[in-house]
Nanobody
Framework: QVQLVESGGGLVQPGGSLRPSCVAS????????MSWVRQAPGEGHEWVAG????????TYADSVKGRFTISIDNAKNTLFLQMNDLKPEDTAVYYC??????????????????WGQGTQVAVSS
């Protein structure tokens, strides 16, 4: 069964850090590009970060560049998002997605071949 399962969200104060993870099953992550996409309350989906197929390069939205780092352990079929210096505007449900393109930038869930259920991140004092 193909599945993406996110975990590692939570409540953190501004300036804090979190490291959500996304475990893939039923497919091999090294054959896909993977991304993190978030959805803030009452807002649409926003693409956050992507890792190229094979994991050789990464790309970020301007809003998180320098604060977030996407990485992947293909041996464990697990995607990570290291989030540092968190801000209240980072509050959202964070989703991981996998696509068969070289890299996936699209925020729309329908553009991904596989999509997770999300993990909640809340940044508040």
């Amino acid at each position: 069964q193909v599945q993406l399962v996110e975990s590692g969200g939570g409540l953190v104060q501004p300036g804090g850090s979190l490291r959500p993870s996304c475990v893939a099953s039923g497919f091999t992550t090294s054959n896909y590009a993977m991304s993190w996409v978030r959805q803030a309350p009452g807002e649409g989906h926003e693409w956050v970060a992507g890792i190229y197929k094979g994991g050789y390069d990464t790309t970020y939205a301007d809003s998180v560049k320098g604060r977030f780092t996407i990485s992947i352990d293909n041996a464990k079929n697990t995607l990570f998002l290291q989030m540092n210096d968190l801000k209240p505007e980072d509050t959202a449900v964070y989703y991981c997605g996998a696509c068969l393109d070289y890299v996936c930038y699209d925020p729309r869930p329908s553009k991904y071949d596989h999509w997770g259920q999300g993990t909640q991140v809340a940044v508040s004092s």
